[in-house]
């Protein structure tokens, strides 16, 4: 298993933006139909722009169903039976301006790079994913209200249309190519002692290396402190199951090298990491401990998350496609 915490560089593969003049007819993708609309995160207050929605599956054990109670899984969880819900994201564009101030990592979209080394990964900066529940439509006269070196190439001004910004074929196109890779389709959160943590798992694809296949993921965590108590995030502490019976325990220090403050005034944070296993299927489960500003301190649970490949995959994804 390999596992890696630290920020990815922001990069670009080098054909990235070769496409000005791309003709790419726009194929929609079911329940993936382009929508732009300009917004405001609710949560970390940046300016964006929706580039088209995804239809995902959110677990929430908060809200688990009271039928019957399951017995000690994989994960070693013994909880209630949890049902997932429909729940709508978005993938949107950052306001390049606001990167600095932002409480969460603007290089958490990443991708595995088209060359021999099979670790090597690249992000796109300034992509995200956000909730439905998160999203303040707000309207601008700027034709250019977003400062993203993404948005003219995917983006143009129609003042006869509401709202005004519409999907150039080159969006359609990369939408369309790269959405294996970029697709969100289970949300699982959980809540312990006013501390909610949400988990968004996604496959990256398969490389390999060593005569051996290495399926690769990346996980989006969000931690929100639901009440005014000032907390710090201290330690990780997970376990990794593998399909090929193998059972991991990863400790450490923190997050991405932080350790985080959640209060009232700045009561979440959010990361992005990566873990590769030898195996087409997984699970990943644990907790993170936190400390009141007396000393004391408390495990939160992070809700158990599958890793699951794509058993169509004919070929490997090779980056950013465009």
């Not at 993938?91 to 670790?119: G, K, M, W, Y």
């Not at 350790?259 to 944070?269: G, N």
Request: net charge negative.
């Amino acid at each position: 298993m390999t596992w890696i915490s630290s920020p990815i560089p922001n990069c670009f593969p080098p054909s990235a933006l070769d496409h000005d003049n791309d003709d790419s007819p726009c194929i929609p993708i079911p329940h993936m139909k382009p929508f732009v609309n300009l917004f405001l995160h609710s949560v970390f207050g940046y300016r964006g722009i929706v580039l088209f929605p995804w239809q995902a599956r959110l677990y929430d054990r908060d809200v688990a169903s009271p039928v019957t109670e399951k017995s000690e899984n994989v994960a070693g969880h013994g909880s209630k039976e949890v049902k997932g819900k429909t729940h709508t994201y978005y993938q949107v564009l950052i306001d390049a301006r606001d990167c600095p101030h932002i409480r969460s990592q603007t290089e958490a979209v990443t991708f595995l790079a088209n060359h021999d080394d099979s670790r090597a990964l690249y992000a796109i900066p300034g992509l995200d994913y956000v909730s439905h529940e998160d999203i303040l439509p707000y309207s601008s006269t700027d034709q250019v209200p977003i400062q993203h070196e993404l948005f003219e190439r995917f983006l143009m001004y129609d003042q006869t249309k509401v709202p005004p910004f519409v999907a150039r074929d080159t969006l359609c196109a990369w939408q369309e190519k790269n959405h294996p890779w970029l697709e969100l389709s289970d949300v699982h959160r959980e809540t312990t002692e006013n501390i909610r943590v949400t988990v968004i798992p996604f496959y990256m694809g398969m490389r390999e290396a060593q005569n051996s296949h290495v399926y690769w993921w990346r996980y989006c965590i969000r931690l929100e402190n639901l009440d005014s108590e000032v907390v710090q995030l201290r330690e990780r502490h997970w376990r990794i199951f593998s399909l090929s019976g193998t059972l991991e325990t990863v400790r450490g220090r923190g997050v991405v090298g932080r350790e985080p403050v959640l209060s009232k005034e700045q009561p979440a944070f959010q990361y992005s990491s990566h873990v590769s296993l030898q195996a087409s299927s997984g699970h990943m489960w644990g907790t993170f401990r936190f400390e009141r500003p007396d000393g004391s301190h408390f495990d939160v649970r992070i809700p158990p998350f599958s890793l699951e490949s794509n058993k169509d995959e004919k070929t490997p994804p090779s980056g950013l496609h465009w």
